[in-house]
T-cell receptor, first 111, second 112 residues
Framework: EPEVTQTPSHQVTQMGQEVILRCVPI?????FYWYRQILGQKVEFLVS????????KSEIFDDQFSVERPDGSNFTLKIRSTKLEDSAMYFC?????????FGNGTRLTVT | AQSVTQPDIHITVSEGASLELRCNYS??????LFWYVQSPGQGLQLLLK??????LVQGIKGFEAEFKRSQSSFNLRKPSVHWSDAAEYFC??????????FGQGTTLQVKP
């Protein structure tokens, strides 16, 4: 069965550094999402992406965040200047319509 | 606004016992509802979904859920729990824009 793959599985970075989290969605899917889960908390929506543009974003998704689909297969989340509170598990998801299929996540640790 | 409430943060059941995880939603129209499971260090795996039709839906790993519109509930059930079912379970509702709104999650512990 096709899967959403995310790399790396764990990323450690220093506060103020830029990070790029990478995702390869399922190949025939058209809708792409990023979610995050701070340790012990619920899974929160960050952004959705369709037709090469952001279709919806949450209040969490401020100017520090950006998404890109650079080559028609990868889907990336960039955090420009990481803060301690960005430490979380970041999940990529994709769908044709519904339901969403999730990757295994990238654990981001900001020190 | 749409929301999902999972009243039980943590549940412990004995292996072989039955299980029910509660989920209540708030949504104006007919909801699209989901249950996902997250094993430690893993991603979110879809257990089952409800879009329309039969209110009792069957999922993977022997799970089922029942949609009750009158109670705004979508509780997850399993007749006999296995030790491998220990995980975190998330109920979610799809918004009218397609994104999922998750509940807080319920952590299931299974006693031998």
């Amino acid at each position: 069965e096709p899967e959403v793959t995310q790399t790396p599985s764990h990323q450690v970075t220093q506060m103020g550094q830029e990070v790029i989290l990478r995702c390869v969605p399922i190949s025939n899917h058209l809708y792409f999402y990023w979610y995050r889960q701070i340790l012990g908390q619920k899974v929160e929506f960050l952004v959705s992406f369709y037709n090469n543009e952001i279709s919806e974003k949450s209040e969490i998704f401020d100017d520090q965040f950006s998404v890109e689909r650079p080559d028609g297969s990868n889907f990336t989340l960039k955090i420009r200047s990481t803060k301690l509170e960005d430490s979380a598990m970041y999940f990529c998801a994709s769908s044709a319509m519904s339901p969403l299929h999730f990757g295994n996540g990238t654990r981001l640790t900001v020190t | 606004a749409q929301s999902v409430t999972q009243p039980d943060i943590h549940i412990t059941v004995s292996e072989g016992a039955s299980l029910e995880l509660r989920c209540n939603y708030s949504y104006g129209a007919t909801p699209y509802l989901f249950w996902y499971v997250q094993s430690p260090g893993q991603g979110l795996q879809l257990l089952l979904k409800y879009f329309s039709g039969d209110t009792l839906v069957q999922g993977i790993k022997g799970f089922e859920a029942e949609f009750k519109r009158s109670q705004s509930s979508f509780n997850l059930r399993k007749p006999s729990v296995h030790w491998s079912d220990a995980a975190e379970y998330f109920c979610a509702v799809a918004s009218n824009t397609g994104k999922l709104i998750f509940g807080q999650g319920t952590t299931l512990q299974v006693k031998p």
